[in-house]
């Protein structure tokens, strides 16, 4: 169970609650998760909880799958060179499906509001973590291991204090170079130092005070307003995701909306 100074629950009533408590998360970082009661674990964390329950052998398989993408994905790219950077290479990875330790996370409360919400059938959750104070704090154990220090974009320090799997530390930021999905969500990433250990449990090793974490759970009875308020908002598959892929999946969204003279329209093709 985590005290307030690790992490704040709030139940939200409406929309406008919502609206009016995100504002107060001025810098923040937010993760939109579809049902309440998932952690938060990187796809890579909970393939692996699920299927290879030998932890010991979790490194040796991140860095297999890790060398088959890269020996292999040249095939697909006009420049390869993005393979020789980690976090690039980890976020192409990201980018097309693959389980990495990166957790998306997005600078705006409304995409991650969005992600939560879009396929809810129960209460869903987005999570906003400070990463203005993070960027500051260290673990308690080792002031050494500041955000610069630890940066995975600096060549070696992904395989130094992120892929040995021993360091309960979490970095957050971009590459150097964003894809046009990272640019359109105004995304970001979190890439925590073990992978058997959610990213509120991890923060615990930090310094302590305020709640780094505030867990918003949306309550199923708001999605319909929601979802509304972000389609008028243009925040849907087509412009997060902003090529075919995105278009397709946006069109599940059309088939709830009913306009004001919505059959006519249709008739004439609109």
């Excluded at 790219?77 to 998306?104: E, F, K």
């Excluded at 869903?124 to 974009?153: E, Q």
Aim: one cysteine or more.
């Amino acid at each position: 169970m985590f005290g307030d100074a690790i992490l704040e629950t709030i139940h939200i009533a409406d929309w406008n609650e919502f609206v009016a408590l995100t504002t107060e998360c001025d810098g923040w970082a937010f993760r939109g998760l579809q049902d309440a009661d998932w952690p938060l674990l990187s796809s890579l964390s909970r393939y692996l909880q699920n299927y290879v329950p030998d932890k010991s052998s979790w490194r040796l398989r991140e860095e297999r799958a890790f060398r088959i993408f890269r020996r292999k994905a040249h095939n697909y790219l006009p420049d390869a060179s993005v393979l020789d950077d980690d976090i690039r290479c980890l976020a192409l990875m990201q980018h097309h499906g693959a389980p990495t330790r990166m957790l998306d996370f997005t600078k705006s409360p409304f995409v991650a509001a969005f992600f939560a919400l879009e396929r809810a059938v129960k209460n869903s959750a987005v999570f906003a973590l400070d990463t203005p104070r993070l960027w500051m704090a260290t673990p308690i154990n080792n002031a050494t291991l500041h955000r610069d220090m630890i940066d995975p974009r600096i060549e070696g320090n992904f395989e130094r204090y992120f892929a040995s799997n021993a360091n309960d530390i979490m970095w957050v930021g971009e590459p150097d170079q964003m894809d046009r999905r990272l640019v359109a969500q105004s995304g970001t990433f979190v890439v925590p130092g073990v992978l058997d250990k959610p990213i509120d449990e991890i923060i615990q090793h930090y310094e302590t005070g305020p709640a780094m974490i505030r867990k918003f759970i949306l309550p199923a009875s708001i999605r319909k307003e929601a979802m509304l308020a972000l389609y008028r908002m243009n925040i849907t598959h087509a412009t997060l995701f902003p090529d075919l892929d995105g278009l397709s999946r946006s069109i599940s969204y059309e088939l709830e909306i009913t306009w004001p003279g919505h059959a006519t329209a249709a008739s004439k093709g609109y």
